[in-house]
């Protein structure tokens, strides 16, 4: 690219810049109802464009360019605030917790409770046991199993269900 086609595009791209950008502000801010978060999607989007007009690429129409590209950016900042969030929890050491099951321990008395669980299916009964008598956490069970924490997060509460439904048979 040329100095003087440089120049065109970057003229053509300061007049999207003053003709189209509080109307992006306002459609991004819209979608993400944070003022700062969608400033910077929008000054993403005409980073973007740029990029893309260096490369040479051709735009026939700006206003459908421009919009297009930040409501990508939109979807992609949804898909990243979903998944990071949990993530980022995760990592500052919240667990989920169940408070019904916390409750429910509670209310059971302990024999009762490890003579239920030796009725469990083996999978269940190992779970079990580190979660609510050794009471550890679900990373410190991941650690010393190798399973995911998710995986028993899931076999912890399976196994909860089942040692709610042979309490109420008795």
């Given at each position: 690219?040329?100095k003087?086609?440089?120049?065109?595009?970057?003229?053509i791209?300061?007049v999207a810049?003053?003709?189209?950008?509080?109307?992006?502000?306002?459609r991004?801010f819209f979608?993400?109802?944070?003022?700062?978060i969608?400033?910077d999607?929008?000054?993403?989007?005409?980073?973007?464009?740029?990029?893309?007009?260096?490369?040479g690429?051709?735009?026939e129409?700006?206003?459908?360019?421009?919009?297009?590209?930040?409501?990508?950016?939109?979807?992609?900042?949804y898909?990243?605030?979903?998944?990071?969030s949990?993530?980022?929890?995760?990592e500052?050491?919240?667990?989920?917790?169940d408070?019904?099951?916390?409750?429910?321990?509670?209310?059971?008395?302990g024999?009762?409770?490890?003579?239920?669980?030796?009725?469990l299916?083996?999978?269940?009964?190992?779970?079990?046991?580190?979660?609510?008598v050794?009471?550890l956490?679900?990373?410190e069970?991941?650690?010393?199993?190798?399973?995911?924490?998710?995986?028993?997060a899931?076999?912890?509460?399976?196994g909860?269900?089942?040692?709610?439904?042979l309490?109420?048979?008795?």
């Open positions: 690219m040329n003087k086609e440089e120049e065109r595009q970057q003229a791209l300061t810049h003053r003709d189209y950008e509080k109307g992006l502000n306002a991004a979608k993400i109802s944070n003022r700062e969608s400033e999607l929008v000054q993403d989007t005409f980073i973007k464009t740029w990029t893309y007009l260096v490369k690429g051709k735009i129409i700006m206003k459908a360019f421009l919009y297009h590209v930040l409501n990508n950016l939109i979807v992609d900042q898909r990243k605030h979903k998944t990071s949990l993530d980022l929890l995760m500052k050491g919240f667990e989920p917790v408070t019904e099951a916390k409750i429910f321990s509670e209310i059971l008395d024999r009762k409770a490890l003579l239920l669980i030796a009725r299916p083996k999978k269940y009964q190992r779970v079990m046991r580190m979660r609510y050794q009471d956490t679900l990373k069970m991941s650690m010393i199993t190798g399973k995911s924490k998710n995986t028993l899931v076999q912890a509460f399976r909860l269900e089942l040692l709610k439904a309490h109420n048979t008795e």
